[in-house]
């Protein structure tokens, strides 16, 4: 794939996320469906790269819960059930809720909204908001990934803890590789995707938890009942 290859001036471990990058986007863009199968040598072979960054690239994205390990076989993309979508929706929302019960504590009162910092990091997730928004109304899945994975990791970044913003992003890349099977079956998805990110942000900026959690309670369960839906034929 361009952007991968061999030179000198990149590091084994950059390397390494740069093949995982590359095979998780594979993956969400429905090119890797669930199932498929493939070996470390194929994948190198691919890619043009030696088999240690591969190995190691697959061993971090079976890790992260998109690839299944076979002794045997070699790899495979997971398949998640509408089950497993559930779980995951149900650990998202916790974690979303953990993370804007922060804006209600003193832990959130040392970051002034005037310090200039602050102040840039909001206007970036505003604006991944804005792009994030408009993928969706023009039903471009693919985009909206894209925007919809940076909207929250930065969003969570805002938060101050890492160790949650990681595993919300973890959680979000799961709920997509489940919901892009099914979600590829439409022809037109526009009115079927989440919206909604601005409004978020704005809650959020103001306070409001009430509409804030509203917002995500909402998303949880129209989400849940359309992936529901297309499961079912």
């Not at 949650?164 to 079927?192: E, M, T």
């Not at 909402?218 to 499961?231: T, V």
Request: aromatic content about 6%; overall charge neutral.
């Amino acid at each position: 794939m361009p952007g991968i290859g061999g030179n000198g001036s990149v590091t084994r471990s950059t390397l390494r996320q740069q093949i995982a990058d590359a095979l998780r986007d594979e993956v969400l863009a429905g090119r890797l469906q669930a199932g498929r199968e493939f070996t470390v040598k194929e994948i190198a072979e691919q890619y043009g790269v030696s088999a240690t960054p591969v190995r190691e690239a697959l061993v971090d994205l079976s890790a992260q819960g998109l690839l299944e390990a076979d002794q045997h076989r070699g790899f495979r993309v997971h398949e998640y059930s509408v089950a497993d979508y559930r779980g995951i929706v149900e650990a998202r929302g916790l974690v979303t809720d953990g993370m804007f019960q922060v804006l209600a504590t003193d832990r959130a009162s040392h970051r002034d909204p005037d310090d200039p910092r602050v102040h840039a990091a909001v206007l970036g997730v505003r604006r991944r908001a804005d792009e994030a928004q408009r993928a969706a109304a023009a039903g471009d899945l693919t985009v909206l990934i894209g925007y919809d994975l940076r909207f929250w990791r930065e969003l969570g970044a805002l938060f101050g803890n890492p160790y949650l913003a990681d595993f919300l992003h973890r959680l979000r890349v799961q709920s997509w590789v489940c919901a892009v099977q099914h979600l590829r079956r439409l022809d037109d998805l526009r009115g079927h995707l989440w919206s909604r990110h601005t409004e978020l942000v704005d809650a959020l900026m103001r306070r409001d938890l009430p509409t804030a959690r509203s917002i995500i309670a909402a998303y949880d369960a129209e989400s849940l009942a359309l992936i529901e839906r297309l499961a079912a034929g």
